[in-house]
């Protein structure tokens, strides 16, 4: 088992940054590939960026490709998505979340662990 816990989400205005924050704990051993996925109000979870167990390969969905950046920090257990440019679409609860296969977590499939969720407001 993986507990997964985010951070970092906050209140900014359109052209701000943050940086989110994805603590694992548990079996940590095993090195997962990670992901980062947002559920804006009235709208299904979708996929933002994930990035593979040695950091050596990420992917992006085109929404944000070029403003936010994923990374990890094996050594601490913690993923991270900083996030610049934003903009009031981005508003959304950001999930992280893991999976246990070499590569991205592109195609978004047989994500095994979830966290909460931490909550991004982008006011205009």
């Known amino acids: 088992q993986v507990q997964l816990v985010e951070s970092g989400g906050g209140l900014v205005q359109a052209g701000g940054s943050l940086r989110l924050s994805c603590a694992a704990s548990g079996r940590t051993s095993v090195r997962y590939g990670m992901g980062w996925f947002r559920q804006a109000p009235g709208k299904e979870r979708v996929f933002v960026a994930t990035?593979?167990?040695?950091?050596?390969?990420?992917y992006y969905a085109d929404s944000v490709k070029g403003r936010f950046t994923i990374s990890r920090d094996n050594a601490k257990n913690t993923v991270y998505l900083q996030m610049n440019s934003l903009k009031p679409e981005d508003t959304a609860i950001y999930y992280c979340?893991?999976?246990?296969?070499?590569?991205?977590?592109?195609?978004?499939?047989?994500?095994?662990?979830w966290g909460q969720g931490t909550q991004v407001t982008v006011s205009s």
């Open positions: 979340a893991a999976y246990d296969r070499s590569g991205t977590g592109w195609p978004p499939l047989g994500y095994d662990y």
């Open positions: 990035i593979s167990r040695t950091g050596g390969s990420t």
